[in-house]
Each structure stands twice: as structure tokens, then as C-alpha cells.
């Protein structure tokens, strides 16, 4: 079983930053693919950003369309952690923010899939006001 924990939510004006934080039990951590979901009341839960295993030491990171150029995932292996700086938030942006793990120890290209990740921390509230 892989844990993940969640930090980093919170309110913020329109225009700030925020960042999320999650850290992953397991010894593999190097090997996961990560990836960043949010869901909004009322909507089904949306992929947000991936940062995958893709061999060696290279990882790969990709974005849903309506964060690229104002949102970074990154990855700390020594720490087991993966990031999500958020800037130039949005009222839109407003939902829980959740981390998941894809634990198959596999090269792959990002995975834009809910269904593809094994494991899902617990959510944190990420509140944007006007």
C-alpha cells in the first residue's frame, strides 16, 4: 500500500500562488508516475498535471490546457514528494486538489486518466476569490 498526503490548500485572492505538496510512502518513489486531479462541486473529478517515469532518470511532465503556463509539477525524490506550484490563480481554479500515484514501476508517457492511477491522497481545498 502507498500512502499519499496532501498539503499546501488553502484561500487565496485572484492572481496569487499557492502550493501543493504530497508525499508518498514506498521505496519506489523514483518509479511512480504522479499526477495532480482536481474536482469542483458539481463536476467530475479533471486531470490537472503528470510527472512520469519515462526511463533512466528522465521524467516527463504535461499539463491540462487550461493550466499550461501557470502551473509547474515537480518532484523530489529524495523527499518522496511531489509539487504543484500554482500561479496566477483563478476563480475557476476553486475545487480539491488531489495527488495519485501510478505504482506500476513502468517506463510510460503521462497518463491523463483517473482510472490509471493505483493510488489518491485524501484532497486539499484550494479556494480562489475575486
Known amino acids: 500500500q502507498v500512502q499519499l498526503v496532501e498539503s499546501g490548500g488553502g484561500l487565496v485572492q485572484a492572481g496569487g500562488s499557492l502550493r501543493l505538496s504530497c508525499v508518498a510512502s514506498g521505496r519506489t518513489f523514483s518509479r511512480y508516475h504522479m499526477g495532480w486531479f482536481r474536482q469542483a462541486p458539481g463536476r467530475e473529478r479533471e486531470f490537472v498535471a503528470a510527472?512520469?517515469?519515462?526511463?533512466?532518470?528522465?521524467?516527463?511532465?504535461d499539463y491540462a490546457d487550461s493550466v499550461k503556463g501557470r502551473f509547474a509539477i515537480s518532484r523530489d525524490n529524495a523527499k518522496n514528494t511531489v509539487y504543484l506550484q500554482m500561479n496566477s490563480l483563478k476563480p475557476e481554479d476553486t475545487a480539491v486538489y488531489y495527488c495519485?500515484?501510478?505504482?506500476?514501476?513502468?517506463?510510460?508517457?503521462?497518463?491523463?486518466?483517473?482510472?490509471?492511477?493505483?493510488?489518491w491522497g485524501q484532497g486539499t481545498q484550494v479556494t480562489v476569490s475575486l
Open positions: 495519485a500515484a501510478d505504482t506500476r514501476n513502468e517506463p510510460s508517457s503521462p497518463s491523463y486518466y483517473a482510472a490509471r492511477y493505483d493510488f
Open positions: 510527472n512520469s517515469w519515462v526511463g533512466g532518470s528522465t521524467y516527463f511532465a
